[in-house]
């Protein structure tokens, strides 16, 4: 089975530099979620969309945003890069016309130097 | 105080033990509940998810669920050392596609 897709699977930006980050959802899920998972750490919820409009906001810093197309891939842009930011960056897609399960794609690992 | 709480382990097991993974979490109104495994530099992958109370069986696992203790549970039966990995416990507030929040994870290393 299809499943979420995220490019690119690696990444190394330098500091104050600015990046995009991509997300094919799994065919026929519309909702996408962005989650941060630092080292050692659980993932945190950054921010949501269903049908191309933002449906929920987490601690998404402000040099962040994001958007979902009509395609329903989603692009999450980060400028000002700094140190903190390097971590493993999860895309997740679910139906509204089914279970709401979140499926996760491979994660994007940004490092900043 | 995290809103999901985890034991985060290692918690040890011989091969073919059961392992029992425990989460309580804080939201009373949380709806839906789920097990994640993730393993080290790799992408959450879901075990079992539970939206009411008692017991969900899925082959080797059992998703246990009592809502008005706030107690979510996992057990793995006869585990495998390819079950070695961070079980992460994730809640949602509502009945779906709303954020997951999750547990620190527990660490479970069986041992052949």
């Known amino acids: 089975a299809a499943g979420v897709i995220q490019s690119p699977r690696h990444l190394i930006k330098e500091k104050r530099e600015t990046a995009t980050l991509k997300c094919y959802p799994i065919p026929r899920h519309d909702t996408v979620y962005w989650y941060q998972q630092g080292p050692g750490q659980d993932p945190q919820f950054l921010i949501s969309f269903y049908e191309k409009m933002q449906s929920d906001k987490g601690s998404i810093p402000d040099r962040f945003s994001a958007q979902q197309f009509s395609d329903y891939h989603s692009e999450l842009n980060m400028s000002s890069l700094e140190l903190g930011d390097s971590a493993l960056y999860f895309c997740?897609?679910?139906?509204?016309?089914?279970?709401?399960?979140?499926?996760f794609g491979p994660g994007t690992r940004l490092l900043v130097l | 105080q995290k809103e999901v709480e985890q034991n985060s382990g290692p918690l040890s097991v011989p091969e073919g033990a059961i392992a029992s993974l425990n989460c309580t979490y804080s939201d009373r109104g949380s709806q839906s509940f789920f097990w994640y495994r993730q393993y080290s530099g790799k992408s959450p992958e879901l075990i079992m998810s539970?939206?009411?109370?008692g017991d969900k069986e899925d082959g080797r696992f059992t998703a246990q669920l009592n809502k008005a203790s706030q107690y979510v549970s996992l057990l793995i039966r006869d585990s495998q050392p390819s079950d070695s990995a961070t079980y992460l416990c994730a809640v949602c507030a509502g009945t779906g596609f709303q954020k997951l929040v999750f547990g620190t994870g527990t660490r479970l290393l069986v041992s052949p």
């Open positions: 997740a897609s679910s139906s509204t016309t089914g279970a709401a399960t979140q499926y």
């Open positions: 539970i939206y009411s109370n």
